[in-house]
């Protein structure tokens, strides 16, 4: 078996020996940004069908072909996404985890509108308050939500975090809990390679995992 597929294998063996049965209700997302098809190939074949890309072109330029001939493939947008990229962005992804702006959500409303394509939404939470990360502020999350709902009809399905690099995450995890459970919103995208174990505790249903999966990028 690929080495891929048993690095996948190890971290549900994981998440089960801490949780039971959690990896049944857990989305685990294998980041694979970078990384060339011939390691994915070995994940997809093995039954794996939700991956994580950072930038639209390379997702387009990786997954157009493969998706179409695997229609079960759900695609996460899981970097920035610039305003400029939408259009493309709605026509591959099938999950964005970076919805950050009122912006955002107008330009993501109008593209799905066109091809009458819904997806799966999340919206990011600065979660640290850090000057360098996107995200909208915690305190303005109630108003951003009715707005991407109401106004532009967005299927906003959880909340999404990166919490600071320094610290205990459990702070950062805590809020966003509190948060998902105020809005009743089901999902909480949160937790990596260093932390998943951690974020599961909170309540994270979907993790995304790189380097543990498919080792460290170049």
């Not at 994580?52 to 998706?67: F, T, Y």
């Not at 939408?86 to 509108?113: M, P, T």
């Not at 091809?115 to 600065?126: G, M, P, T």
């Not at 906003?156 to 990166?162: A, D, E, F, T, Y």
Request: glycine share 4%; proline share 2%; with cysteine.
């Amino acid at each position: 078996m690929h080495k891929n597929v048993n690095n996948l294998i190890d971290i549900k063996r994981e998440i089960n020996l801490n949780n039971a049965n959690a990896d049944d209700k857990i989305k685990i997302i294998a980041v694979s940004k970078t990384f060339s098809m011939e390691n994915i190939l070995p994940l997809i074949d093995y039954g794996h069908i939700d991956f994580g890309e950072n930038k639209v072109q390379e997702a387009l330029d990786k997954w157009s072909d493969i998706k179409s001939n695997n229609t079960n493939l759900n695609l996460h947008m899981i970097g920035k996404l610039q305003t400029n990229k939408v259009k493309q962005a709605v026509k591959i992804f099938d999950y964005i985890h970076s919805l950050d702006s009122i912006k955002l959500a107008k330009k993501i409303s109008e593209e799905q509108n066109k091809i009458q394509k819904n997806l799966n939404i999340f919206i990011q939470i600065n979660i640290g308050q850090e000057e360098q990360k996107s995200g909208i502020k915690i305190e303005e999350l109630s108003d951003f939500y009715n707005i991407c709902v109401n106004d532009f009809n967005l299927k906003i399905i959880g909340l999404m975090c990166l919490p600071p690099a320094e610290g205990n995450p459990e702070i950062y995890f805590e809020k966003m809990k509190i948060a998902s459970r105020e809005l009743s919103l089901k999902e909480l995208s949160m937790g990596m390679s260093s932390d998943f174990l951690t974020a599961i505790k909170y309540n994270a249903s979907f993790i995304r995992i790189g380097s543990k999966i498919f080792g460290s990028r170049n």
